[in-house]
């Protein structure tokens, strides 16, 4: 009998980062890791201490493995975010308070600006000057974009007096660093998550079920749907959207759709999922948006963790609809103008989340009209047709500007649609 012989290297790598392989959900790793971290945590789930740092270690070792040690980044963001909320709850004066909050905002929104933005920043200032900066060597790190969102919502709310600051250093790691939501999302609010750390955790065959049902979609979505008709289809128009003809890039844009729902709400079904094996409830980030029959209804359903902050802590606070009309479209321009922006640094994005904003401004003057021609607001079920065809061919239109290698790749794949629209293709199977 040969005994199984000891492989040093294998083990060495569980606590090395590859930057080449970051560990993700829909990765064999983390499957035979989080397996071995729900063997232990059934002993530690009624030990409130033991859980909350156990959760937290593991959060921060599933961190470290996917973005190296800018884990270390998110910690001592943590930390500022815990004593600036302490500083603001107890100070009474509210200048004092206000500049408090200012600071850190200042600050979360810097940090993010830094890892996204710099060579953004560089590359505007590089086409009106004559002596060019160099480009910057900086690794994004992933879910800096999700983790600083909800740094700023947390003092902000404890600013507001919506929030009391968390007492403990260690409950508040938990729950910045919660490694099922930290790299791609649900944005979670203090009040969705907090509450629960020190909360008895029960996990019952319905929480299982749920469980394992929302990871079994997520991984069908991110891993067989998404990864497949990406790599096997959608890149193959989208890099190259010249050499195929208008139809073959009709669809892909339909594939892209596809596609990019799958992958985003994909990957948070399996946070969900991976949370209620834990005991923990994560909001759902997705609810059928591609069934909207308005722009407006789109975006309660798309995004929804994203889609509420940005109202909560952007749109409102500029004014949000209270300064009369003009103002609000300025508001909802302004909003979904940043919005693009967060997705990416890119002009591309701040085209796509620009012509969401002109939309959802003339879906609300579209409303606003009905009501002052008193026409009747009640839907037929060929108004809902017809509104959900537009709805659903306008988000794939702004798709394009979203996928597309460049803003000249876009218009090159629009004018394929609009000026080669052969069907040919249906008579050959071999071009892709």
């Known amino acids: 009998m040969t005994l199984p012989v000891f492989d040093a290297d294998k083990l060495l790598n569980l606590f090395a980062y590859n930057v080449k392989e970051p560990l993700l959900f829909n990765s064999g790793l983390f499957l035979f890791l989080f397996l071995g971290f729900m ?25 470290y493995k996917s973005s190296g040690w800018y884990f270390l980044l998110m910690m001592a963001a943590a930390v500022v975010a815990h004593i600036l909320a302490i500083k603001i709850y107890k100070t009474r004066k509210h200048n004092q308070r206000k500049s408090f909050m200012i600071a850190g ?3 979360f929104l810097g940090l993010l600006a830094y890892f996204k933005y710099t060579n953004f920043i560089i590359n505007i200032v590089n086409n009106f000057s004559t002596q060019k900066i160099p480009f910057q060597s900086i690794f994004l790190p992933l879910g800096i974009s999700f983790y600083t969102f ?9 600013y507001k007096r919506k929030f009391k600051p968390v007492k403990h250093l260690l409950d508040f ?12 999302g649900p944005i979670v609010r203090p009040n969705e998550l907090v509450p629960q750390i020190r909360s008895k955790i029960l996990i019952d065959k319905e929480y299982i079920g749920k469980g394992i049902f929302f990871i079994l979609s997520g991984l069908l979505k991110k891993a067989i749907i998404s990864d497949y008709i990406g790599v096997n289809f959608v ?7 010249t050499l195929y003809s208008g139809i073959e890039n009709l669809m892909g844009v339909y594939g892209y ?4 729902y799958c992958d985003f709400s994909g990957y948070s079904d399996m946070a969900v999922g991976i949370a209620l094996l834990m005991g923990f409830h994560l909001p759902l980030n997705f609810s059928a948006p591609y069934q909207s029959t308005s722009i407006t209804e789109f975006w309660r359903r798309w995004h929804i963790s994203l889609s509420s902050w940005l109202r909560d802590y952007l749109y409102i606070p500029l004014g949000g609809n209270k300064s009369g009309k003009v103002r609000q479209y300025v508001n909802l ?33 579209k409303t606003e009209l009905f009501v002052k021609l008193n026409i009747a607001s009640k839907k037929t079920i060929w108004s809902k047709l017809l509104g959900w065809l537009f709805t659903f061919h306008l988000v794939a239109f702004c798709w394009v500007f979203f996928r597309a290698t460049s ?6 794949l629009i004018n394929q649609i609009t000026n080669d629209f052969s069907t040919l293709v249906f008579t050959s199977c071999d071009r892709l």
């Open 105 to 107: 905002v200042v600050l």
């Open 333 to 365: 321009m302004i909003t979904m103008l940043l919005g693009g922006l967060w997705h990416g640094a890119s002009f591309k994005f701040i085209v796509w989340g620009g012509m969401h904003g002109i939309a959802l401004a003339l879906d609300k003057l």
């Open 39 to 63: 063997l232990f945590y059934g002993l530690l789930q009624h030990h409130i201490v033991a859980r909350i740092a156990y959760i937290t270690v593991f959060s921060i070792y599933f961190y």
């Open 150 to 158: 909800e740094l700023i919502s947390y003092i902000v709310d404890v």
């Open 235 to 241: 890149d193959r128009i989208f890099d190259n959207p």
């Open 407 to 412: 803003f000249d790749s876009a218009i090159s």
């Open 257 to 260: 759709t596809l596609q990019i």
């Open 173 to 184: 790691s938990f729950y910045i660093s919660f490694f099922p939501h930290l790299v791609a």
